[in-house]
Structures are given as C-alpha cells and as structure tokens.
C-alpha cells in the first residue's frame, strides 16, 4: 500500500522523535508514497467550509475548478458577472487564507526542505468527480501523472495538499505503479525519448531567450523534461490498453482528512468525491532527501542526456 498514515500525536513539537519521524516522512514521499492525515492538520474555518459547501446550488457561476494565484494574490474560474463581487471577495478572502495556512503547515512539517519551493497555484473543486464531461486531456479520471502545459517547472517537482472538505463522502482515487516503472514501459517504445535540438530550432529558441519572447510560449519555456513529462501525460491518459490493464489500487480519502503526493510521478486519478482544496508547490529538487529519486535523474539516467 503506498499510504502512509501520520497519527495526530506524530505531528506535536513535543514528540522527542519528531525530527526522525519527519526524515522518514519525506524519504516516503519521495519514494512515491501518500502521506495521508486522517484528521487534517490544516484547519480551515467552519465559515469558511461552509460557504464552499454551499457553492453546488449556484453552480451556474462556478462549473469548474477554482484557482487562486498566490504569487499574483489573483482568484479565477469564478465569474464575476453571475456571482457578484461580494461572493468573488469572500471566495478570493478564503482561498488567499487556505494558500498562506497550508505553506505555514508545511514550513514545519516539511522542515528538511528549508522552504526550498516555489509555492504554486492553490485550487477548489466543487464539482462531482464521478462522471465528468471532460475532453480526453482533461479527464481527471484516468491515471495519469501530472505536467502543466502552461507552466513547465524544469526539473522542479510538483509536490501537492489535498482536503476533502466534503461533509460526509470519501474522495475515491486510484493510484499506479511507482514512476521508474511506468516510465520504463512507456519510454522509448510509445514516447518519442527528448533528443537535443537541431540547429535551426536551437537558434530559434536562443533568440527567443535572447529577446525575452520566450516567456511568451509555454513551448519556448520547456525544457526537453518539460517537454517528456508533458507527452507522458497525454501518452498515459489516452492509451486505452493501458488504462485498461495497468496495475492500481484504490485509495479512499476520507471526509476531513488531507493527504500529499507527487503527482509528476505517481500516477493517479480521481473516480469520485465533490469538495476538494488543493495547494500546489514546485520543490527544488536539490532539497530532496534522496538524492537519487527525482524524476529528472531517473529520466537522465535513462536517456543519457541532460534534460533541464
Ligand atoms: C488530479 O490531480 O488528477 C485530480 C485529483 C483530485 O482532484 O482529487
Ligand atoms: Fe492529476
């Protein structure tokens, strides 16, 4: 089972193993486990919950995920007009707290990390996961591993907090085989493995750093990582053969609980549930406490190549 259970006692300041604990939590992690908190230890007020909760009955400004932006402190997928700004304030008050109470947890919890992230995107998912209209790409409901196609992170790993704020359901995922595997079967036969650049793209893409319009097109930003993690998503997700064969298991997430994983390597997807806060964060990978584990080298290894 790749869960890992962390009872509430293990969290206190005053536990005398705490330190050691947490070293085995993030070598648990890094290996492709879930650290799972069956009561979570990100509180968020009881108000607050319940005006999420009460977002399904006007569903009609809000039929998808929710982002909030924190490098930015900027809220979207809510729309303005047929929420009205009081709801889009409150909505943006609560996701702005939920961000900032989730980093303060980590900051201690994660503490061999040294705060050596980037913190990403914060999101709520107020929409039924079990049988979402959703194009093939989109579809949270067949495994797969996670890469942005608007935000490559170089080599940085996408570390991610969950909460099932749903008053009573379990979130229902499954999850894969651990990301050397998954990776092995995928690469070289069904992925084209990254290659250097010839010499026009080259040029084209040292211009366009050169001139600053790189950061204009996600394309331009990737690196040959990027640009692998990216094809492996899709590759995963629209591969019928392997969606209907691959070895998984099924995790429920119980009501209140939270739960952490890395999601650009441990394949998973999400069956069913409604209510979920999520926290994303980009880890340096040079933070890592095995050194040997991070998908870049796993993949360097593999190709030969230096890929970021
Ligand atoms: C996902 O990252 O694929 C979705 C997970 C979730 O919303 O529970
Ligand atoms: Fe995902």
Redesign the pocket.
Known sequence: MPVHAIPQDALSPASPVREQRIRVWCTQLEAGGILYFPETPVLVPYADVEFLLGQQKCSSSLHKNIAYKPGRDKLSGIDEKSAGPDKVQRMHEIMRRYSSSVEAFLVEFLSPYQRRWRLDYASF?PVE?KGRDLSMRHR?DLL?T?AFPTRPTRGWRIL?F?HNIHPNRT?D?VVGEPFARVVREFAPVKLALPRADGPVARAGKQFAQATGIASLVPQWKRTPYDAFMMRLHNTMKEDTAFQAGCQREEVQFASGSSWMVY?ETVP???LG?QF?L?QTFLVDPAAMVTRDSTPLEILEKMTGHVLA
């Open positions: 998912r996961e949270n797969h996670d991610r969950f979130r995922w999601t998973h997807a999400v549930g979920a999520e």
